[in-house]
């Protein structure tokens, strides 16, 4: 056999292992990776719409696209990410490609590169939605799939998250979003008797477990520590961090000292 057909072959089984790898651990991954064979239409190989959606709508939700990317793009200072946007319409649609069948959304980053930002357009599809789950892919890319997925804690890749994400808290100024985390914290917490500690949720399973009173401390929690953070930190403490994590940093040195609650820095921060 001529010696170019065998690595031919041995490059062609490699991928068919590979791929069927994939589908049985990932299932989402690989429908995601193949979305372009799907019946999902795109115009732009970066938007693809559901076979339910009507053509009419694509232009409006498009538009919505395009704020949330000027949301995180203004947040960091320069968007880098580039992640393929996949609206879905029925919940079956939503599961295949997210695996789940809760939530508006959800993000897939991959160690190759490909990210995708898997929308629920049945949940109510707008710009904080898609600006939170870009928010993932956007840190993802920043410092790297491998650094992001060992090294970052799951309270701030969702609290990070949040910043972009105005569901729950609208104000936008440091002073106030931190402000305004701390008042639903305390509504969440039961003004801090059900306290969540920033290590008992690090991970994912451990930030989503439980029901939605959970759920929603940890959302919280989240929150009120990150923009606390970002409020100390000021206008460049984010881009300082990712500097220093792309540097080598671990977490802990590029964030430095955690505060699982705060009441004795109100005072000072309502002054």
């Known amino acids: 056999m001529n010696p170019l057909r065998k690595v031919i072959?041995?490059?062609?089984?490699?991928?068919?292992?590979?791929?069927?790898?994939?589908?049985?651990?990932?299932?989402?991954i690989f429908y995601c990776e193949f979305i372009a064979?799907?019946?999902?239409?795109?115009?732009d190989k970066k938007v693809y719409f559901s076979p339910d959606?009507?053509?009419?709508?694509?232009?409006?939700?498009?538009s919505t696209i395009a704020l949330a990317e000027a949301r995180v793009d203004s947040f960091y200072q320069g968007k880098i990410s580039n992640p393929k946007i996949i609206i879905c319409q029925t919940p079956q649609q939503y599961q295949k490609y997210c695996s789940s069948t809760e939530g508006a959304g959800c993000s897939i980053g991959t160690p190759w590169g490909s990210s995708y930002v898997i929308l629920n357009a049945q949940q109510g599809m707008n710009i904080d939605v898609i600006a939170h789950e870009m928010g993932h892919i956007e840190l993802l890319k920043q410092i790297g799939w491998w650094k992001t997925t060992t090294d970052i804690p799951q309270w701030f890749n969702e609290g990070l998250a949040l910043m972009l994400d105005r569901r729950f808290v609208g104000e936008i100024s440091p002073r106030d979003r931190y402000r305004a985390y701390r008042y639903e914290w305390r509504y969440y917490t039961r003004n801090g008797r059900d306290l969540l500690l920033l290590k008992d949720i690090s991970t994912m399973r451990e930030f989503f477990s439980g029901g939605q009173k959970h759920v929603m401390s940890a959302y919280m929690t989240a929150g009120m520590e990150v923009s606390y953070w970002l409020l100390l930190r000021r206008e460049a403490g984010l881009q300082r961090f990712i500097?220093?994590?792309?540097?080598?940093?671990?977490?802990?040195?590029?964030?430095?000292?955690?505060?699982?609650h705060?009441?004795?820095?109100?005072?000072k921060i309502s002054e």
Do not use: V
């Open 9 to 28: 072959q041995f490059l062609l089984t490699g991928l068919m292992i590979l791929a069927g790898s994939l589908f049985f651990l990932y299932p989402q």
């Open 37 to 43: 064979f799907s019946n999902f239409k795109s115009s």
């Open 53 to 62: 959606i009507n053509r009419k709508q694509y232009k409006t939700l498009k």
């Open 262 to 267: 705060h009441f004795k820095d109100s005072k």
């Open 243 to 260: 500097a220093e994590m792309r540097n080598g940093a671990p977490f802990e040195e590029a964030y430095g000292p955690m505060r699982p």
